[in-house]
Structure formats: structure tokens, C-alpha cells
């Protein structure tokens, strides 16, 4: 059977994200961030036969957004269609490194070896938690906390709430400006004029809201600011047509785990990113000093 050429898809007369979805295998992303792809971008979107995969530009980084409709396809297909796009996404987004998320499931061991191959490395294993609509637990108001909505104004105190609560993985501010411009919503925890918490959350438009990023400032943590925050963030996703308010977090944070838990939060999945340089130079200099044979895949619990 001859092999078809890679081509790029044209203008699609259905949700992309929902294009993308509902293949075997694949990873979306939120509809914001994917569903003008093929407009704004169509260079980025690469498609051969039936299967897609794009990106775009996240923190610091590209994201690749992919569709197969087998992990046979995501074998034979991927590496090749990935060489494609990585000289296009560097070019458009000028990141260094590309993003491949995959949620855990039997696919796993057929698409390791391939990220294994192309010097894609493991991060830390994340969960998914999901609060449906009818099984939130109500939380009381702090003391002397109050509630407001926050804007662009924020940004400056958001950033220094985030990097006090996640020193080692900061969202860069262009990430938070992102979120608004695109129209996320942003909850501010004030204890007079001063900012110190922030839950930063969206709706799909369908049936989902999705808490993007939430933190208390070190002095006011343990005070019940953060269930505060996650049940405002999903009374207004519910009162919006959401059935659930969906979060992610990494696996070995158990603190806020628990915090979600007692909100009334359910594990629904797990799964795994993997990275890579995008500059070919920087991949040849790794496989060189025998960097890229240290790679090590496995270790889920």
C-alpha cells in the first residue's frame, strides 16, 4: 500500500478540540487552547491519515496536542510527523522545550519506546481529581478573609504568591496573562488590602471547569483559605453548566491532595509528561556525552 504524504488539515467544519478527543489515543488540552489552532497557525497542524498532531505555545514551552486512532498508528506515524512540526513549532513560538503529556493507561508501552527514541524525558508522575457537581462538600468563610475578583491589575501579586508556594515549578507572569486575556477567571483571598491567596479556574463551555492553578501565601496557610478559593472556583463553574470542576496535580503533593480530598474531590486519572529540547543541536550534544542512554522510563505506583 503506498504511503500517503503529510499535509496539513484544512479548515474543519467541527470543533477541532472534539476532533481531537475522541480518537484512541490522544491528549487536547483545554478547547481554549487548542480550537483556533488550525486558523491561527495552520502551518501547526499536521495531519496523515486520519491522525493529527499540533502544538501550542504553553509556559516557556510548546505542547504538543496529538490524535491516533491506535497506538499502531502513534508507532508508525509520530516520529516522523513530529520531525515535521518540531522546526515549524520552534520557529512560531521560539520555545526551548516541547511538552508530550500522556494520560496512564495500556498505551503506555507503546509509546515510551517512541518518546524514549526521539530523547523525550520523564517528569514527575501528575493525578486528576474531579469534584462533581453534587458531591461538594460546603466550607466555611475564614476569618477575616474576603473574596474578590481579581484582574490583570493582580498579576504582580498573583506571581509572588505563586513562586512563595511553588519555588521550584513558578508559572512564568506571560503564563497568567495568557490565562486572562483568553478569559479565565481569577479569585482573589484578600486579608484587608493585601492579597494572599488566588485560585485562577475556567469552563469548557460544556460540561467541565477547570481549576488552572491555585495558592496561599506561607503566613495564612492552614486557615481554610484554599478550600475556600477551590469551592467558590466550582459554584461558578457549576452555576455556568458544568457537571464537575476537573484539577491536576503532581502526585507527590500530597498536602494539597488531602486538601482536595476533604473538599470532596475524586482521583480519575493519572498520567505522565515527557520533554525534550527543541533545538536538533542541543539533542546531538546529549546523545554525544551518552546523556540521552540515561533516559529512564517506568516507576509508576
Known amino acids: 500500500m503506498p504511503v500517503r504524504p503529510l499535509r496539513r488539515l484544512e479548515a474543519p467544519t467541527a470543533s477541532f ?28 497542524v499536521i495531519e496523515r491519515d486520519g491522525n493529527l498532531l499540533t502544538a501550542f505555545a504553553g509556559a ?114 506571560g503564563a497568567y496573562r495568557n490565562h486572562l486575556a ?16 488566588f485560585a485562577l479556574y475556567s469552563y469548557n463551555g460544556a460540561d467541565e471547569g477547570y481549576l488552572s492553578s491555585l495558592a496561599v501565601a506561607d503566613a495564612y496557610r492552614g486557615r481554610g483559605i484554599g478550600p475556600a478559593l477551590v469551592a467558590r472556583a466550582a459554584k461558578w463553574a457549576f452555576s455556568r453548566g458544568a457537571d464537575h470542576l476537573a484539577l491536576r496535580t503532581e502526585e507527590d503533593n500530597g498536602v494539597a491532595i488531602k486538601v482536595y480530598r476533604t473538599i470532596g474531590f475524586k482521583h480519575a486519572g493519572s498520567g505522565n509528561d515527557y520533554e525534550r529540547p527543541t533545538d536538533p543541536r542541543v539533542i546531538a550534544a546529549m546523545k554525544k556525552a551518552g546523556e540521552g542512554t540515561l533516559i529512564r522510563f517506568g516507576g509508576w505506583r
Open 17 to 44: 478540540h472534539a476532533r481531537l478527543s475522541r480518537e484512541a489515543l490522544s491528549y487536547a488540552w483545554a478547547p481554549a487552547e487548542v480550537d483556533d489552532l488550525p486558523n491561527k497557525h495552520p502551518e501547526l
Open 60 to 173: 516557556n514551552q510548546s505542547c504538543l496536542v496529538y490524535s491516533y486512532g491506535s497506538d499502531a498508528e502513534f508507532v508508525d506515524l509520530f516520529p516522523e510527523m513530529f520531525e515535521q512540526l518540531l522546526p515549524r513549532i520552534r520557529k512560531a513560538h521560539g520555545a526551548e522545550t516541547v511538552r508530550f503529556r500522556l494520560s496512564l493507561g495500556s498505551s503506555r508501552t507503546a509509546v515510551e519506546p517512541v518518546l524514549k527514541k526521539l530523547s523525550f524525558k520523564p517528569q514527575r508522575p501528575w493525578l486528576i481529581f474531579v469534584l462533581e457537581k453534587r458531591g461538594a462538600v460546603k466550607t466555611p468563610t475564614p476569618k477575616g478573609i474576603a473574596f474578590r475578583v481579581g484582574t490583570v491589575a493582580d498579576i504582580d501579586a498573583i506571581v509572588r504568591i505563586d513562586r512563595e508556594a511553588f519555588p521550584d515549578t513558578p508559572m512564568p507572569e
Open 182 to 197: 483568553r478569559g479565565d477567571e481569577l479569585l482573589l483571598a484578600t486579608a484587608g488590602a493585601e492579597v494572599v491567596g
